[in-house]
């Protein structure tokens, strides 16, 4: 499966709502992260009424034969807690102990450098061989996928050489299950609907005194903007926006939960869908104006560019200290050029002329 030409897409719709305007942790609105395409754990899941999903699925329409081959992968964030504690005195070398010889604050600057507690993401991904689609209708395939857990710490030192605090990164493991089965569409030659369901497996127990906390424990099990990829050889992918008009009922008959189900890459080709948490239309495009990621939901490229270039330094400091994603979008901004930044500027995407007598 060659996703070059649509990694751009893909990429945006797994960092969307990574981190909003104004791009720091003091901000409201970067309090409650993790927005998209969330999968809790099932015990969460069910302790909530469903009201939290611990499953999506997929389901689309492919034309092909026995000899189809199909692969999917599913793309997800994995959250990892950054906690910043200050050492109670600071010592020439990380001590043992040194969770127990510190206490935790929301940021800590040593030198020129804020060090903020944060949550950064690492991106997984699950998926399957090549598969033709004879066999996976004669008996669907279950993929399983774990990723363990991670505890790392990392020394903050002074201008001296002396620790005065440490960064502790803490990742819950997590893991889940990919379920695809095809089925053949009776009286359609050639037709098959092609299901694809994940689900969080991961073991969760309510251990928290309010159900902030406990949704909060819950979230550092759930795989995060989680969507779905597939790939087609010798075979199409039929759109379900936009269904050849004697394909539409079976179309509608389709059923997707938590995710639509958009043809992406190269507008009239049929190789290859993106199921997306957030709602696409067929063959979505980066606008190529864009200089880059704003990880901000319904993002105006021009408004929040401009929003940047007045924060004060004080702000971008902070901003810079997030991670290495904030500082590039910062570096990337103040590094416009004037054509650049007018290129955003008053784009017309498409013009429709009306017919004389058209309301």
Same mark, same amino acid.
Not at 2 to 7: H, Q
Not at 67 to 96: C, G, W, Y
Not at 274 to 295: T, V
């Given at each position: 499966?060659?996703?070059?030409?649509?990694?751009?897409?893909?990429?945006?719709?797994?960092?969307?709502?990574?981190?909003?305007?104004?791009?720091?942790?003091?901000?409201?609105?970067?309090?409650?992260?993790?927005?998209?395409?969330?999968?809790?754990?099932?015990?969460?899941?069910?302790?909530?009424?469903?009201?939290?999903?611990?499953?999506?699925?997929?389901?689309?329409?492919?034309?092909?034969?026995?000899?189809?081959?199909?692969?999917?992968?599913?793309?997800?964030?994995?959250?990892?807690?950054?906690?910043?504690?200050?050492?109670?005195?600071?010592?020439?070398?990380?001590?043992?102990?040194?969770?127990?010889?510190?206490?935790?604050?929301?940021?800590?600057?040593?030198?020129?450098?804020?060090?903020?507690?944060?949550?950064?993401?690492?991106?997984?991904?699950?998926?399957?061989?090549?598969?033709?689609?004879?066999?996976?209708?004669?008996?669907?395939?279950?993929?399983?996928?774990?990723?363990?857990?991670?505890?790392?710490?990392?020394?903050?030192?002074?201008?001296?050489?002396?620790?005065?605090?440490?960064?502790?990164?803490?990742?819950?493991?997590?893991?889940?299950?990919?379920?695809?089965?095809?089925?053949?569409?009776?009286?359609?030659?050639?037709?098959?609907?092609?299901?694809?369901?994940?689900?969080?497996?991961?073991?969760?127990?309510?251990?928290?005194?309010?159900?902030?906390?406990?949704?909060?424990?819950?979230?550092?099990?759930?795989? !995060?903007? /989680?969507?779905?990829? +597939?790939?087609?050889?010798? $075979?199409?992918?039929?759109?379900? &926006?936009?269904? @050849?008009?004697? #394909?539409?009922?079976?179309?509608?008959?389709?059923?997707? !939960?938590? /995710?639509?189900?958009? +043809?992406?890459?190269?507008? $009239?080709?049929?190789?290859?869908? &993106?199921?997306? @948490?957030?709602? #696409?239309?067929?063959?979505?495009?980066?606008?190529?104006?864009?200089?880059?990621?704003?990880?901000?939901?319904?993002?105006?490229?021009?408004?929040?560019?401009?929003?940047?270039?007045?924060?004060?330094?004080?702000?971008?400091?902070?901003?810079?200290?997030?991670?290495?994603?904030?500082?590039?979008?910062?570096?990337?901004?103040?590094?416009?050029?004037?054509?650049?930044?007018?290129?955003?500027?008053?784009?017309?995407?498409?013009?429709?002329?009306?017919?004389?007598?058209?309301?």
């Amino acid at each position: 499966m060659n996703l070059a030409p649509v990694e751009n897409v893909v990429a945006a719709v797994l960092y969307e709502g990574y981190i909003l305007y104004p791009y720091r942790p003091s901000s409201v609105k970067n309090r409650q992260r993790w927005t998209f395409g969330g999968l809790y754990p099932q015990a969460y899941s069910q302790a909530q009424a469903g009201v939290e999903p611990s499953a999506m699925q997929t389901q689309c329409l492919l034309s092909g034969d026995d000899n189809t081959k199909l692969q999917v992968r599913v793309r997800f964030l994995h959250i990892m807690e950054r906690e910043v504690r200050e050492l109670n005195s600071p010592a020439p070398q990380l001590p043992d102990n040194a969770e127990e010889a510190s206490h935790p604050v929301d940021s800590l600057r040593v030198g020129d450098k804020l060090y903020p507690t944060w949550q950064e993401a690492t991106e997984r991904e699950a998926g399957s061989a090549e598969m033709e689609l004879g066999k996976l209708a004669q008996a669907g395939q279950r993929v399983s996928f774990a990723f363990p857990e991670r505890h790392e710490q990392e020394a903050l030192r002074s201008h001296t050489g002396e620790v005065v605090g440490l960064v502790v990164r803490r990742q819950r493991a997590v893991d889940g299950i990919v379920s695809l089965n095809a089925e053949r569409i009776e009286g359609k030659s050639h037709l098959f609907k092609v299901t694809v369901r994940v689900e969080n497996h991961t073991p969760w127990q309510a251990d928290g005194a309010t159900p902030r906390q406990n949704r909060d424990s819950a979230q550092l099990k759930t795989l !995060v903007s /989680t969507h779905t990829i +597939l790939g087609v050889q010798a $075979g199409e992918f039929i759109s379900l &926006l936009d269904p @050849p008009k004697e #394909l539409s009922a079976v179309a509608e008959g389709c059923s997707n !939960v938590g /995710t639509w189900p958009v +043809l992406v890459g190269e507008e $009239g080709t049929h190789d290859l869908i &993106l199921s997306s @948490p957030i709602i #696409l239309y067929d063959y979505p495009q980066i606008a190529p104006e864009s200089q880059g990621d704003l990880y901000d939901g319904t993002e105006i490229d021009e408004i929040l560019t401009l929003r940047i270039l007045t924060l004060t330094d004080e702000e971008k400091w902070e901003m810079r200290a997030v991670d290495e994603r904030a500082g590039a979008l910062l570096d990337r901004t103040e590094a416009l050029t004037s054509e650049q930044l007018m290129r955003l500027h008053g784009s017309v995407r498409s013009l429709q002329v009306r017919q004389e007598g058209e309301e």
